[in-house]
């Protein structure tokens, strides 16, 4: 009406039963109310009404737009939850928000609560056949090998007397890697401790492993839903969408994620378990070069454990993953076969063990070198070699000074090697 012929303001507030000088006023600001109605998620509302913290309302608008864009759920009883945290988290006296607050922004913004799209049949387990004919086929046609990860559990032990009474704890290890090797995520271990006094001090979120207290049985619901949003996070600050393999349990709630897509597979196909048990020889490998004699600390406690997981983890090969994923029919060629567990395992253990059996010669093998040291240096001014279990006291010095101010997990990649060093070093 105003873009039409010309009308007198007179007529105007005759016609809509209003004063001239509104009619004046609106022609005036015709712009900034042309602006605001555009902006405005009903364009039916007729009257501009704001709340009585402008701040607040646009905090939860702020948290609502994130959650769709995530394509969550942002139920009316959740919104009105989320502005009374905002609200305490603003310090605002108003700390208890009533339930017109939620309502009238989800007017004003046009912000409709509906549940997100969940693909068909991602949260059931399906059966082989199902899986193998239609399941698999259409997810090799979605994902690139990089962006199918696989997750699972096994169990590891800590050596023997660790608990006080002649048997070790048991650690759960939830592990996750992608289908060709090129990221292993760090494991995320639980045990039973809820704060373990070896872990006072480090610097628990630069270490290359992340620890949470459970049940005796291991993975709790909670504790894996956790590690879920954890996962998403990392991969949508990557803008990076991802398929995640897992198997269906009771620990294993369905999530319905921005970035990380979950599908249950049948029993006996996930690719994770020739993974676990590759995993586990190393560790356990890896468990029996510690030398106590060597070392001089005794049976190795937690955080050498978690550690020694780490660098477990490390010695998992890409060329392995790939063979598991393959094996479960994440390749074109399916019909190769998985790489056997190399024997190395076991002949290193036997070995180890025999080598372990005898700690004095271990601590013998340490003093000849220094003797040999001794008469090689030859001068006074020459410092002495010195005995395997100063070196070990140093290593252990500089992983408890990393522990304390590494900045980065990274770091620790560069330790576990100057270790492997010293190992290789002590077996020649």
């Known amino acids: 009406m105003l873009e039409g ?84 988290a603003l310090s605002r006296p108003d700390a208890e928000p009533s339930t017109a607050r939620p309502a009238r922004c989800g007017t004003c913004h046009d912000l409709a609560f509906k549940k997100p799209r969940v693909e068909k049949g991602d949260a059931e387990q399906p059966t082989a056949e199902h899986w193998a004919g239609t399941v698999l086929p259409g997810l090799l046609r979605s994902y690139a090998p990089s962006e199918i990860y696989a997750c699972g559990e096994t169990g590891v032990l800590l050596p023997t007397g660790t608990r006080g009474d002649g048997t070790g704890e048991r650690l759960a290890v939830l592990l996750c890697t992608n289908a060709d090797g090129s990221e292993k995520v760090p494991l995320r271990v639980v045990g039973e401790s809820p704060r373990p006094r070896c872990l006072h001090g480090v610097n628990l979120p630069q270490m290359p492993w992340s620890y949470r207290a459970g049940s005796p049985a291991g993975m709790t619901a909670p504790l894996f839903a956790e590690w879920l949003r954890e996962l998403n996070e990392g991969m949508r600050r990557r803008g990076k969408s991802v398929l995640l393999l897992l198997a269906k349990h009771p620990a294993h709630p369905y999530l319905q994620l921005s970035h990380v897509r979950m599908v249950f597979v049948p029993p006996d196909t996930a690719p994770d378990r020739g993974i676990a048990d590759d995993l586990k020889g190393h560790y356990r490998c890896r468990l029996l070069q510690w030398l106590p004699a060597e070392r001089g600390t005794g049976q190795p406690t937690l955080l050498d454990a978690l550690h020694t997981l780490a660098q477990a983890w490390g010695d998992v090969c890409p060329g392995l993953i790939t063979g598991c994923f393959r094996a479960a029919g994440f390749s074109p060629n399916t019909g190769a076969e998985t790489p056997a567990l190399s024997q190395e395992h076991r002949a290193l253990t036997d070995r180890e063990l025999e080598r372990d059996g005898d700690p004095a010669a271990a601590e013998a093998a340490g003093d000849e070198g220094t003797a040999e040291g001794e008469v090689v240096g030859g001068a006074a001014a020459a410092r002495p070699c010195p005995s395997e279990r100063e070196v070990w006291r140093s290593l252990a010095t500089l992983r408890r000074y990393l522990e304390c101010r590494a900045t980065a997990p990274e770091l620790f990649q560069a330790f576990y090697e100057l270790e492997d060093v010293v190992h290789a070093v002590s077996a020649a």
């Open 5 to 88: 012929p010309k009308v007198s303001q007179s007529e105007l507030a005759k016609r809509f039963g209003v004063s001239q000088p509104q009619i004046c006023r609106i022609i005036k600001n015709k712009e900034r109310i042309l602006s605001e109605w555009h902006r405005n998620g009903d364009p039916e509302r007729k009257r501009r009404r704001e709340g009585k913290d402008a701040a607040l309302e646009a905090a939860l608008l702020r948290w609502v737009e994130g959650a769709r864009a995530a394509d969550l759920p942002a139920s009316g009883p959740l919104l009105q939850l989320k502005a009374r945290h905002l609200a305490e």
